[in-house]
Nanobody, 124 residues
Framework: QVQLVESGGRLVQAGGSLRLSCAAS????????AGWFRQAPGKEREFVGG????????YYADSVKGRFTISSDNAKNTVYLEMNGLKPEDTAVYYC?????????????????WGQGTQVTVSS
């Protein structure tokens, strides 16, 4: 029903910035919530941040608060993750996800649709 494709992951030096995109296709709803997650080697997938498609509500993990920002272009059905002040510990595969509810939640199990992931590597 909904397909998500992430892009923008690259190798970047510590302190740099990067913008990830998540393009949605298929049937989408303005009441959907988009979430960003990441998974580092040997670690569990963790919540990064989330936002309703209309941008009325956002929530971020403490580890990225103040550095990462989620935004959207609803006309293009695209959600962005703007990352600033990147640190080596931000290195991970980043995933976007969606759920048909206007509520940001942090658990991976509560999201119905997932992208394929995009690799972000931050060098020291």
């Amino acid at each position: 029903q909904v397909q998500l494709v992430e892009s923008g992951g690259r190798l970047v030096q510590a302190g740099g910035s990067l913008r990830l995109s998540c393009a949605a296709s298929g049937r989408t709803f303005r009441s959907y919530t988009a979430g960003w997650f990441r998974q580092a080697p040997g670690k569990e997938r963790e919540f990064v941040g989330g936002m309703t498609w209309r941008g009325g509500n956002t929530y971020y993990a403490d580890s990225v608060k103040g550095r990462f920002t989620i935004s959207s272009d609803n006309a293009k059905n695209t959600v962005y993750l703007e990352m600033n002040g990147l640190k080596p510990e931000d290195t991970a595969v980043y995933y976007c996800a969606a759920r048909p509810s206007a509520l940001v939640v942090t658990s991976t199990s509560l999201y119905d649709y997932w992208g394929q992931g995009t690799q972000v590597t931050v060098s020291s």
